[in-house]
């Protein structure tokens, strides 16, 4: 087994730990630090590939300002976490069947008959005048490119939905009206009082 075989099977072995610690630990905190460790991880993968743009994109983008948004809307929403782990047992069976469900579809739809170097037609990586950043942006936007906006779809509502959460009021909370603090006078607030002298006694 080469260097890289053993670098590839430790670097997963690191992924599949990081996202499996994303859904079963219960700080919300220490979910998004682990999916950053899965992230990392998985740039590393797409170096071993030859995958360079795509990991310099995972580790900027997804890393560098996904995660840090991730992270302040965890720690603005002050999520309890003690009432979403009731009933855990209970909806478990229904859980697993779903989940189940999921990776059927998943396996029937990226498969090896639809995804893989088979299907599209990918020069040599060593070959002369090869950039994988061409090759991506060809397949990306001829023959992915309705699956590519269907996927910034979901995410334009991802993003809408988490400033959604994040504008929710609290009754314990006070808020501040910053057409009202413009729109304030001096009257509004200083009252001017006159009062009479007092004269000393002598």
């Not at 730990?17 to 905190?29: E, H, Q, S």
């Amino acid at each position: 087994m080469d260097y890289e075989r053993i670098l590839f099977f430790l670097f997963a072995t690191i992924l599949v730990f990081a996202a499996a610690r994303v859904i079963t630990v219960r700080n919300p905190v220490h979910a998004a630090l682990h999916l950053v460790l899965a992230f990392f991880t998985s740039a590393a993968l797409w170096l071993l590939l030859e995958a360079e743009f795509l990991a310099i994109t995972l580790v900027l983008v997804y890393v560098g300002a996904v995660m840090v948004l991730f992270l302040f809307v965890v720690m603005m929403l002050d999520i309890n976490s003690s009432p979403l782990r009731e009933g855990f047992v209970k909806y478990l069976p229904l859980g697993v069947v779903v989940a189940l469900i999921i990776f059927a579809e998943m396996f029937a739809v990226v498969g090896k008959k639809h995804f893989g170097s088979e299907v599209v037609a990918i020069p040599a990586r060593h070959a002369e005048g090869y950039s994988n950043v061409r090759e991506l942006g060809g397949v990306l936007y001829t023959e992915y490119v309705y699956p590519f906006e269907i996927a910034s779809v979901i995410l334009l509502v991802a993003i809408i939905a988490a400033i959604a959460l994040t504008m929710r009021k609290r009754p314990e909370t006070k808020y501040q009206d910053p057409s009202q603090q413009v729109s304030v006078k001096p009257a509004d607030r200083v009252r001017i009082v006159r009062m009479k002298a007092e004269e000393k006694n002598p």
